[in-house]
């Protein structure tokens, strides 16, 4: 006899104006399984969430939990069912203790009054049996990402849960806290929770998953058990196509130096950092969490001051004090956090997409919406953003998309200088290889890219050059020709140049 699904879906569809986000979907969810949840950006993967999680309802089909038919009325609905949701972007204030956190919304009391010492008691409980050591007292902005990750999943926890949906959940941790979040998994799993874990990252689904469900389209195209999978077999079910080449490296004629940066310094952060980039050429930046490589491009780029050290671009010293000056100088900066620096999420597609250079579509002192309207329309063409309308809001499209918005924002400027910061994060591996080709294309024109990455085969697969940071020191330039992530691991815990 097979076991009654904890959640059960039936041709579920919902539909916006000009875009149909889920059609005709089935799905079931058992009890204490995890269920991966996989497709590229814009498959429907978020609206299915928010439907589960009553933020929408569905237009058409049925959701049954328990057996029961269900229309989930909003958020607190399907909570008080026992569903809950962990976010990419966590659900918690950082001026607020970690008890706070966990039982905001929810406080316990004994009369009128904060019963505080039953939650500090109980708050402790749910942390211990997560294996934390964190005490509820604490102040959350004191907590690295993986243990305020712990604290939203206690959060969840201390409300009866029977599925927890994890949206993206190991995407700002470092390795060790991805390992202390599997074990968490884990022991949930062993509890009977079941757990929808969402994540573009394919080896941690064949880690953690019983079963995976790919979408494509808005469609369900399979449920299988991972066994079952090979690495190939689920890329292929996602993209609906062979990904020949998933780092399509090109070759370029490498040209002049265009940026050359002297012993850049920020007390305390980084020192005596020299490199340069050429035309042609794509400069991979490596180092573990913490070791300065993003602190290092924001100084460069204005939006950081720097203490010490001279930038050059094309052989001239200049000085960049603000990020408008490193654009007067050619320079583009796609910054890792889109939705907070990278992009106006409240507006459309066409405005954020003409922020960076509004002097362009002026006609003599206004600005002509039709020129904003057309060259969004071109960059949306060429970029092949989902769903392809001007009008669209940033912040309903998927991270994907998104990101290719930012894109365009910046090659509106013809910029000579791209700097990606962390380019891939959160992406599916189709909408990857889109960006792959963007880079591929500056390149061909001439341009100059660096590329911070954590990610070492993304580093080695699309890099001619990377430099190694540690603990706020250059400590490697490897060539081409001697990229193994054993060279780049050995120059990322070093604290003084090692490899040449």
């Given at each position: 006899m097979s076991m009654q699904p904890l959640i059960e879906l039936k041709g579920v569809s919902k539909i916006f104006p000009g875009v149909k986000a889920l059609d005709s979907v089935d799905l079931e969810i058992l009890p204490g399984e995890v269920h991966g949840l996989i497709g590229e950006n814009g498959a429907g993967k978020s609206t299915l969430i928010k439907i589960l999680t009553g933020a929408y309802t569905n237009d058409i089909g049925k959701i049954f939990v328990e057996g029961k038919e269900t229309t989930f009325?909003?958020?607190?609905?399907?909570?008080?069912?026992?569903?809950?949701?962990?976010?990419?972007?966590?659900?918690?204030?950082?001026?607020?203790?970690?008890?706070?956190?966990?039982?905001?919304?929810r406080e316990l009391k004994n009369g009128k009054l904060l019963d505080y010492k039953t939650m500090?008691?109980?708050?402790?409980?749910?942390?211990?049996?997560?294996?934390?050591?964190?005490?509820?007292?604490?102040?959350?902005?004191?907590?690295?990402?993986?243990?305020?990750?712990?604290?939203?999943?206690?959060?969840?926890?201390?409300?009866?849960?029977k599925l927890l949906i994890m949206d993206e959940p190991t995407s700002s941790l470092s390795e060790r806290e991805v390992r202390e979040l599997m074990k968490t998994i884990r022991g949930l799993k062993a509890k009977g929770i079941a757990v929808v874990f969402i994540s573009h990252r394919l080896p941690e689904l064949f880690e953690i998953c019983d079963r995976v469900t790919v979408m494509r389209d808005g469609k369900k195209i399979k449920t299988v058990d991972i066994d079952n999978l090979t690495e190939d077999e689920l890329i292929r079910l996602m993209v609906g196509r062979d990904l020949?080449?998933?780092?399509?490296?090109?070759?370029?004629?490498?040209?002049?130096?265009?940026?050359?940066?002297?012993?850049?310094?920020?007390?305390?952060?980084?020192?005596?950092?020299?490199?340069?980039?050429?035309?042609?050429?794509?400069?991979?930046?490596?180092?573990?969490?913490?070791?300065?490589?993003?602190?290092?491009?924001?100084?460069?780029?204005?939006?950081?001051?720097?203490?010490?050290?001279?930038?050059?671009?094309?052989?001239?010293?200049?000085?960049?004090k603000a990020p408008s000056d490193a654009m007067k100088h050619g320079m583009a900066f796609l910054t890792e956090d889109r939705k907070g620096q990278g992009l106006i999420l409240g507006n459309t597609i066409e405005f954020n997409m003409a922020t960076t250079c509004y002097h362009k579509f002026k006609d003599n002192l206004l600005v002509s919406l039709k020129k904003v309207k057309k060259s969004a329309e071109e960059n949306i063409s060429k970029l092949q953003i989902s769903p392809p309308n001007p009008k669209f809001m940033a912040g309903q499209l998927s991270g994907g998309n998104q990101q290719k918005v930012v894109i365009g924002k910046w090659l509106n400027t013809n910029a000579e200088i791209y700097i990606f910061d962390e380019p891939t994060r959160g992406i599916d591996v189709g909408a990857k290889v889109e960006v792959y080709n963007i880079m591929n294309e500056l390149i061909s024109n001439g341009a100059a890219v660096i590329m911070i990455s954590s990610e070492l085969p993304e580093v080695i697969g699309m890099s001619d050059r990377v430099i190694v940071m540690s603990e706020g020191n250059l400590t490697a330039e490897i060539n081409r020709d001697n990229l193994t992530q054993e060279n780049i691991m050995k120059a990322a815990s070093a604290s003084v140049k090692e490899v040449n």
């Open positions: 009325q909003n958020p607190k609905h399907a909570m008080g069912l026992g569903i809950n949701a962990i976010y990419q972007e966590l659900n918690i204030l950082q001026h607020l203790s970690v008890v706070d956190n966990i039982f905001m919304g500090l008691q109980k708050a402790s409980e749910l942390l211990k049996d997560l294996g934390q050591d964190i005490d509820p007292k604490m102040n959350i902005a004191q907590l690295g990402m993986g243990h305020q990750q712990m604290v939203e999943i206690a959060k969840s926890l201390c409300v009866e849960t020949e080449q998933q780092f399509p490296k090109i070759k370029t004629e490498i040209g002049e130096e265009v940026l050359r940066v002297e012993n850049l310094t920020k007390h305390g952060v980084y020192k005596n950092i020299n490199f340069s980039v050429k035309r042609g050429e794509i400069l991979g930046v490596a180092g573990l969490v913490g070791s300065g490589r993003t602190e290092v491009v924001r100084g460069i780029f204005g939006a950081d001051t720097v203490d010490e050290g001279n930038i050059y671009v094309k052989g001239k010293n200049v000085k960049i």
